[in-house]
């Protein structure tokens, strides 16, 4: 049971490149999250999913793309890297919940991945 | 969507409690609050959750006033383990992208 997994761990890019990182999860979680942490700075999300299929966006869409084909697997794209987009990037599951079982509904965080575009 | 006010940094000694307040004034009806750890090159870390008076689990601690604008983490005991940053987070736990983490408080436990 690895919980959330994310591949690569890190990563250089030059400004122009494209890349795409890779969560998989195995909890069976509906909810999926892409974040960015600069340094000093908490998370910001980037984009998110609900479920299989669907896809939404979250603060700080803009440059990024994401899939989810399968629901154990959320992908982000970085279609022309550019240097601002050097970060820390987390990827969170979450599991769904009735309203009436609402309780210390929480997210599950992948250990990160560094990338650095030069 | 409701914005978290929280200290920069804290300092403490073990086996002191420590308390790290959030303030949250716009919190609405359906928000709940959640309290996140997060270590040098790890993700966050769920702590503790609640929406009213006070919840208790077996690592810390939220007290909620009846107004809902503030919460308050302890952690009963700190050690240098406890050294970290921890997050306040406030949203309708029932809408996926609607919490938002703020810069978090950096608590330096020493010994």
Known sequence: ?118 | LAKTTQPISMDSYEGQEVNITCSHNNIATNDYITWYQQFPSQGPRFIIQGYKTKVTNEVASLFIPADRKSSTLSLPRVSLSDTAVYYCLVGDIQDAGKSTFGDGTTLTVKP
């Open chain 1, 1 to 118: 049971n690895a919980g959330v997994t994310q591949t690569p761990k890190f990563r250089v890019l030059k400004t122009g490149q494209s890349m795409t990182l890779l969560c998989a999860q195995d909890m069976n979680h509906e909810y999926m999250y892409w974040y960015r942490q600069d340094p000093g700075m908490g998370l910001r999300l980037i984009h998110y999913s609900v479920g299989e299929g669907t896809t939404a966006k979250g603060e700080v869409p803009d440059g990024y793309n994401v899939s989810r084909l399968k629901k154990q697997n959320f992908l982000l794209g970085l279609e022309s890297a550019a240097p601002s987009q050097t970060s820390v990037y987390f990827c969170a599951t979450k599991t769904y919940l009735d309203k009436l079982e609402a309780t210390n509904e929480k997210l599950f965080f992948g250990s990160g991945t560094q990338l650095s575009v030069l």
